[in-house]
């Protein structure tokens, strides 16, 4: 009787564990594939709340109908795009209108008409984050910023990377196709300076690649490839101007390179030089946690021989 306990509290912990493991590998399919499609841009906020009565008016951007006001006179969408490593959400709720025939949960697309604007000749748009409202001003830079959106699943080749699993899962035109264990930095948490040892977490694309023999020291940890990504991405670059670490004309000089998918400085204070590479021997998640190179992506070297032809330049990388 005390062994079947004990055989049954150890296929407990055994379920428990392998519950615990597959939650992060959850992530992979919310955040490429979320219940709401993404939005590619937004339209720019109207600059003006008075419009010609009967005028029609469209939707900021992709999304789906959450409510429709009392005599449809109001309208509100809900908004899901991705930026840098993370997968936002917005509403834009617009009042002063007749004619609303949109419908709670249905799809609208970028521009799509919503209804028309009031005799009053009077209508709002306005941006909410969670519970707080964007102010106009905030509304117009948030619209302005967000032209034109990333959208990750119809990407050629898409690599997706997760910090928390260990894991990095490869997609073409959404489709998964490889799925490989990783390790990271030496040290816990996101890249932020040169020298800390950490991974980032972001948006990047590849930039550089090599196989073959590398010189120096510590060229065999190259596992004989090498993939480079742009670190650092605008956001780094955002987060440097407010750390006092760049100015604004290299964090612009910084975005700039990265939107074209070029190479970004890596001659800052964030550092530079990470990439995706092999080992210079076999590894396991058991004995090193993952914690094995000083910021760059590490694969076990069969894994990393049979990514590297898959993987052309300018791919997207995104680490979260």
């Known amino acids: ?46 600059t003006s709340e008075r419009a010609k009565p009967g005028s029609e008016v469209r939707a900021l951007a992709r999304g789906r109908v959450v409510s ?4 449809g006179h109001a309208v509100t969408l809900e908004h899901l795009f991705h930026e840098n490593h993370e997968l936002r959400r917005v509403r834009s709720e617009y009042t002063g209108l007749e004619g609303v025939t949109r419908r709670v949960g249905e799809l609208v697309e970028r521009g799509q008409e919503l209804g028309r604007v009031g005799s009053g000749g009077s209508r709002g748009v306005t941006l909410s984050e969670g519970d707080s409202p964007l102010s106009a001003a905030e509304a117009r830079r948030f619209t302005a910023a967000r032209g034109r959106l990333p959208l990750p699943a119809e990407e050629p080749v898409l690599l997706l990377i997760s910090h928390e ?32 040892n950490r991974t980032p977490q972001g948006m990047y694309f590849v930039v550089e690649k090599y196989r ?66 092999g080992w210079a021997g076999e590894w396991s998640l058991a004995q090193s946690g993952g914690r094995l190179s000083w910021g760059c992506i590490v694969l076990h070297t069969p894994d990393i021989a049979a990514l590297y032809g898959r993987v052309p330049p300018g791919t997207m990388v995104v680490l979260f």
Request: charge should be neutral; proline fraction near 6%; charged fraction near 25%.
């Open 1 to 46: 009787m005390l062994r079947s306990a004990r055989w049954l509290l150890l296929l407990a912990c055994l379920l428990s564990a392998l519950a615990g493991r597959a939650a992060p590998a959850e992530s992979f399919d919310t955040w490429l594939r979320p219940a709401l499609p993404a939005a590619d841009g937004f339209e720019p906020l109207p």
């Open 212 to 277: 073959g023999e590398f010189p120096g020291p510590y060229g065999a940890f190259f596992g004989g490839h090498w993939m480079r990504l742009n670190y650092p991405n605008t956001w780094d670059a955002d987060w440097g101007v407010a750390e006092g670490l760049l100015t604004p004309e290299v964090r612009d000089r910084i975005a700039r390179a990265w939107e074209a998918r070029r190479q970004t400085s890596s001659s800052t204070k964030l550092g530079g030089g990470i990439g995706l590479h």
């Open 68 to 71: 429709v006001g009392e005599g």
């Open 165 to 196: 699993a260990n894991e990095l899962r490869m997609y073409e035109r959404g489709r998964e196709v490889l799925r490989a264990e990783v390790g990271f930095g030496q040290a816990e948490g996101r890249k932020r300076v040169r020298g800390d």
